[in-house]
């Protein structure tokens, strides 16, 4: 051997000759069945290669090539396994010289076919898979660099690489069960297919560009399908892990759009498959999160909330179809909601990984598919139609209830956008109690920036709230304009939700923790004084009950009350308002246990059959706390009025038939300068004509005005200085004319007849001078002219 080695180094043109020779040999030895003289064939013609690297290596790499495949056809284990090691050999040399016309079509066959040996023996069953996933590793790493090569990349190539990689990865706890003993675990771990063929599919994701990423993850998809294996989805989210941490983070968007249109071409298959698909959607988004998702943010949301309407439409109506007929597949409910599950935890899931600026678009771009009773969103009628808007309603909102938990913004502005705000509180308005609880939670989300919001899901009246730790931030100025420009608005929705009747112990738990996480993040004095306010006006709905609210509500009303009061009075630490509270909340627990939240916020509330004849010691007192709190710097003649709130246009989307048939607003004002306060001025109906004669006409006037200073700009700008001159003069001499006017009448009294003033004495008197006609001595000119 060394000889021919010398003797192939020193004539390199004869090595062409030696591989044809050799491969002869091989061919006739393989043929006669001797398999010791292949054996010193393939050695000799590995040997070779390895030492040889000159320019017309090219013929000699042929020859190894067609005993190498010589190898490979054969039926023998053995053979198929020196082969491939062969090759294996030949794809880790560096060739100096190009090759044009290589092909290794029949090796990716070859070696992806021995990946599915099914040999009975089980040992040799391994050494095949093994040999065949090292062969395709050997492929990838001879051709995936050399642009003049076969382009690996191919679906042809892919479609057979791929699938043969993941055939030999789902059998890994097979292999796993096959170690007899721990101290054999390392040795067996080494001859695991599943663990090479992770391996080789880590290295060749890790080689893939950017144009061969869909290439590479096509063939996944259709072996998930094809093997169902969506459904148990364990091996499908190992699957994509790995290719999520073994491509470059800068092509992970291209993964997650392969995803997601996967997801629409399977949006008419079982719910447990497109839950599967949803599953690992989301692993892979949070890891692709950490890279980069580039511009399928948007996007994968948008195909979620969709895949979210079509199944609840195959909810409803229980076929894929719209009608159910002899071929149609019946949609089992239970699992179309174990699908709007797990589509809504991957939102949450993929949410919490983005950045705030994006979470919030992603908040505004969910929010705006939530269908409102409005001319820009007009909903389903019918029967069908209104459990369709209601459950997308919901689904929706549980979205943005995910997206929004953990949500940390410093500026509430920016939190929570005018638009946006709007948008949900009309939700809070709507007649359903399931939506109007995740209205409140949601905001509750977006309040709760110092994570205080479990210390409030139990109402009670503690004695001292130190026991909370709670944690109190200083009102920002942001938070402080967000409050001036919304804090009524929030007022008036929290005190309409005070008010329903459907209302549960879920709901009042939610809005008391949303008076007190306002009254810690977003409070100064003036928005401690109208929640205050807020409270004592929902107290009076209690008392007065003019919305014949079930004794529940009214007794849990006055349990809120309480609860806020004596946390508020001890955040602010006006001891003569801790006092008062703490007063009240006595005399209940004498008197009334069935107004605390500790008889009336349990399983089995306590409650009182008669609640008309409550006496003013059970009463939070306005007069009183006013005049605590006036005594220590608060504004008292605002804590005097009490709280109405005002009902505005957009109580229409409530679909509350009280409102709702509001056709024009009326506006009444009250005479306030005629001592008789019960005549009232007629009320002025304010219709869409009168908005627009009113506006055109402003309009109008506003443009003569702007006329007319155009003119004059321009007269004064291009005219003449004569003209101009004699223009000021002649309006000067106007001016002075009117002024000697006004002087003769108040100087001068009035002329007599006689053209004399007769005096007291009947003594005649001549004229009297005016000022303006007396004649002052030079010193005074000075002085004037000074003034």
């Given at each position: 051997?060394?000889?021919?080695?010398?003797?192939?180094?020193?004539?390199?043109?004869?090595?062409?000759?030696?591989?044809?020779?050799?491969?002869?040999?091989?061919?006739?030895?393989?043929?006669?069945?001797?398999?010791?003289?292949?054996?010193?064939?393939?050695?000799?013609?590995?040997?070779?290669?390895?030492?040889?690297?000159?320019?017309?290596?090219?013929?000699?790499?042929?020859?190894?090539?067609?005993?190498?495949?010589?190898?490979?056809?054969?039926?023998?284990?053995?053979?198929?396994?020196?082969?491939?090691?062969?090759?294996?050999?030949?794809?880790?040399?560096?060739?100096?010289?190009?090759?044009?016309?290589?092909?290794?079509?029949?090796?990716?066959?070859?070696?992806?076919?021995?990946?599915?040996?099914?040999?009975?023996?089980?040992?040799?069953?391994?050494?095949?898979?093994?040999?065949?996933?090292?062969g395709l590793q050997g492929v990838v790493r001879k051709t995936v660099n050399d642009e003049l090569q076969a382009n690996i990349w191919d679906p042809q190539h892919m479609d057979k690489i791929v699938p043969s990689l993941l055939f030999n990865l789902q059998h890994i706890e097979e292999a796993e069960s096959r170690s007899p003993s721990p101290l054999q675990a390392p040795e067996k771990e080494k001859e695991?297919?599943?663990?090479?063929?992770?391996?080789?599919?880590?290295?060749?994701?890790?080689?893939?560009?950017?144009?061969?990423?869909?290439?590479?993850?096509?063939?996944?998809?259709?072996?998930?399908?094809?093997?169902?294996?969506?459904?148990?989805?364990?091996?499908?989210?190992?699957?994509?892990?790995?290719?999520?941490?073994?491509?470059?983070?800068?092509?992970?968007?291209?993964?997650?759009?392969?995803?997601?249109?996967?997801?629409?071409?399977?949006?008419?298959?079982?719910?447990?498959?497109?839950?599967?698909?949803?599953?690992?959607?989301?692993?892979?988004?949070?890891?692709?999160?950490?890279?980069?998702?580039?511009?399928?943010?948007?996007?994968?949301?948008?195909?979620?909330?969709?895949?979210?309407?079509?199944?609840?439409?195959?909810?409803?109506?229980?076929?894929?179809?719209?009608?159910?007929?002899?071929?149609?597949?019946?949609?089992?409910?239970?699992?179309?909601?174990?699908?709007?599950?797990?589509?809504?935890?991957?939102?949450?899931?993929?949410?919490?990984?983005?950045?705030?600026?994006?979470?919030?678009?992603?908040?505004?771009?969910?929010?705006?598919?939530?269908?409102?009773?409005?001319?820009?969103?007009?909903?389903?009628?019918?029967?069908?139609?209104?459990?369709?808007?209601?459950?997308?309603?919901?689904?929706?909102?549980?979205?943005?209830?995910?997206?929004?938990?953990?949500?940390?913004?410093?500026?509430?502005?920016?939190?929570?956008?005018?638009?946006?705000?709007?948008?949900?509180?009309?939700?809070?308005?709507?007649?359903?109690?399931?939506?109007?609880?995740?209205?409140?939670?949601?905001?509750?989300?977006?309040?709760?920036?110092?994570?205080?919001?479990?210390?409030?899901?139990?109402?009670?009246?503690?004695?001292?709230?130190?026991?909370?730790?709670?944690?109190?931030?200083?009102?920002?100025?942001?938070?402080?304009?967000?409050?001036?420009?919304?804090?009524?608005?929030?007022?008036?929705?929290?005190?309409?939700?005070?008010?329903?009747?459907?209302?549960?112990?879920?709901?009042?738990?939610?809005?008391?923790?949303?008076?007190?996480?306002?009254?810690?993040?977003?409070?100064?004095?003036e928005v401690v004084v109208d929640l205050i306010r807020l409270v004592l006006a929902v107290q009076d709905v209690a008392q007065v009950n003019e919305e014949n609210l079930p004794v529940y509500n009214r007794c849990a009303l006055y349990a809120l009350g309480a609860a806020y009061l004596n946390l508020i009075s001890q955040l602010t630490a006006v001891p003569a308002f801790c006092q008062h509270t703490h007063?009240?909340?006595?005399?209940?627990?004498?008197?009334?246990?069935?107004?605390?939240?500790?008889?009336?916020?349990?399983?089995?509330?306590?409650?009182?059959?008669?609640?008309?004849?409550?006496?003013?010691?059970?009463?939070?007192?306005?007069?009183?706390?006013?005049?605590?709190?006036?005594?220590?710097?608060?504004?008292?003649?605002?804590?005097?009025?009490?709280?109405?709130?005002?009902?505005?246009?957009?109580?229409?989307?409530?679909?509350?038939?009280?409102?709702?048939?509001?056709?024009?607003?009326?506006?009444?004002?009250?005479?306030?300068?005629?001592?008789?306060?019960?005549?009232?001025?007629?009320?002025?109906?304010?219709?869409?004509?009168?908005?627009?004669?009113?506006?055109?006409?402003?309009?109008?006037?506003?443009?003569?005005?702007?006329?007319?200073?155009?003119?004059?700009?321009?007269?004064?700008?291009?005219?003449?200085?004569?003209?101009?001159?004699?223009?000021?003069?002649?309006?000067?001499?106007?001016?002075?004319?009117?002024?000697?006017?006004?002087?003769?009448?108040?100087?001068?009294?009035?002329?007599?007849?006689?053209?004399?003033?007769?005096?007291?004495?009947?003594?005649?008197?001549?004229?009297?001078?005016?000022?303006?006609?007396?004649?002052?001595?030079?010193?005074?000119?000075?002085?004037?002219?000074?003034?």
């Amino acid at each position: 051997m060394e000889k021919l080695t010398f003797y192939a180094l020193s004539a390199p043109e004869k090595l062409d000759r030696i591989g044809a020779y050799l491969s002869e040999r091989l061919i006739r030895d393989v043929g006669r069945h001797r398999y010791g003289y292949v054996c010193i064939a393939m050695e000799a013609l590995d040997q070779l290669l390895m030492a040889c690297h000159c320019q017309s290596i090219n013929l000699f790499v042929e020859s190894f090539l067609k005993m190498v495949a010589k190898l490979l056809e054969s039926e023998k284990p053995n053979l198929q396994i020196l082969g491939t090691n062969s090759f294996v050999k030949f794809a880790n040399i560096e060739e100096d010289t190009p090759s044009y016309h290589r092909s290794y079509d029949f090796f990716v066959s070859r070696f992806s076919e021995m990946c599915h040996s099914s040999h009975d023996d089980m040992e040799i069953k391994t050494k095949i898979r093994m040999s065949g996933i090292k062969g395709l590793q050997g492929v990838v790493r001879k051709t995936v660099n050399d642009e003049l090569q076969a382009n690996i990349w191919d679906p042809q190539h892919m479609d057979k690489i791929v699938p043969s990689l993941l055939f030999n990865l789902q059998h890994i706890e097979e292999a796993e069960s096959r170690s007899p003993s721990p101290l054999q675990a390392p040795e067996k771990e080494k001859e695991n297919p599943a663990e090479l063929a992770e391996r080789c599919l880590r290295e060749l994701l890790g080689r893939a560009a950017f144009g061969n990423i869909k290439n590479a993850i096509k063939p996944v998809l259709i072996h998930l399908d094809n093997h169902s294996l969506w459904e148990p989805k364990v091996f499908a989210i190992r699957c994509f892990k790995i290719i999520m941490y073994s491509i470059q983070p800068q092509h992970s968007h291209l993964v997650i759009q392969q995803l997601l249109s996967h997801l629409d071409a399977n949006s008419r298959s079982a719910a447990t498959v497109r839950a599967g698909i949803v599953e690992v959607l989301s692993e892979a988004a949070v890891i692709a999160a950490t890279g980069s998702v580039g511009p399928t943010v948007l996007e994968m949301f948008n195909t979620l909330l969709r895949q979210l309407r079509l199944s609840i439409d195959y909810a409803l109506t229980g076929s894929y179809d719209g009608a159910i007929s002899l071929g149609t597949k019946i949609i089992k409910e239970h699992e179309e909601r174990m699908f709007q599950e797990a589509v809504i935890k991957t939102i949450g899931s993929f949410a919490s990984t983005l950045p705030t600026y994006q979470r919030s678009e992603v908040i505004l771009f969910i929010m705006s598919k939530v269908p409102l009773p409005s001319l820009h969103h007009p909903m389903e009628t019918g029967k069908t139609g209104e459990n369709r808007n209601r459950l997308t309603q919901i689904m929706l909102l549980k979205s943005l209830l995910q997206v929004s938990t953990g949500f940390q913004c410093n500026n509430m502005m920016s939190a929570l956008p005018s638009n946006f705000l709007d948008r949900l509180l009309s939700t809070a308005l709507m007649e359903d109690a399931e939506i109007r609880l995740f209205v409140l939670e949601i905001l509750i989300s977006f309040i709760d920036r110092h994570g205080n919001r479990h210390k409030f899901s139990t109402i009670s009246t503690l004695s001292d709230i130190s026991v909370l730790k709670l944690k109190v931030d200083k009102c920002s100025r942001q938070d402080t304009v967000f409050m001036k420009k919304h804090s009524q608005q929030l007022y008036r929705h929290i005190y309409l939700s005070c008010k329903e009747e459907t209302n549960i112990q879920r709901h009042y738990e939610a809005l008391y923790s949303l008076l007190a996480l306002v009254s810690i993040e977003l409070a100064n004095e003036e928005v401690v004084v109208d929640l205050i306010r807020l409270v004592l006006a929902v107290q009076d709905v209690a008392q007065v009950n003019e919305e014949n609210l079930p004794v529940y509500n009214r007794c849990a009303l006055y349990a809120l009350g309480a609860a806020y009061l004596n946390l508020i009075s001890q955040l602010t630490a006006v001891p003569a308002f801790c006092q008062h509270t703490h007063e009240v909340i006595e005399t209940r627990k004498k008197e009334a246990p069935y107004m605390l939240p500790e008889d009336v916020f349990v399983e089995r509330p306590r409650l009182s059959q008669n609640l008309d004849g409550v006496v003013i010691e059970l009463l939070f007192r306005q007069s009183k706390i006013s005049e605590v709190l006036g005594g220590s710097g608060y504004n008292s003649d605002r804590l005097c009025l009490p709280y109405i709130p005002q009902l505005t246009d957009e109580d229409r989307l409530s679909k509350r038939k009280s409102i709702g048939e509001t056709i024009s607003l009326q506006v009444e004002v009250e005479s306030r300068n005629s001592p008789e306060k019960e005549e009232r001025v007629p009320a002025e109906e304010i219709t869409y004509e009168t908005l627009k004669k009113a506006i055109v006409d402003s309009v109008a006037v506003e443009e003569q005005e702007r006329e007319r200073r155009r003119q004059v700009v321009e007269k004064f700008q291009k005219a003449p200085f004569e003209e101009i001159a004699a223009h000021c003069g002649a309006r000067a001499s106007l001016l002075q004319s009117k002024l000697n006017q006004i002087f003769e009448i108040t100087i001068r009294p009035p002329p007599s007849p006689s053209g004399t003033i007769t005096a007291a004495y009947g003594q005649p008197q001549n004229h009297s001078i005016p000022v303006y006609e007396m004649k002052f001595p030079d010193l005074v000119y000075p002085m004037a002219a000074a003034t």
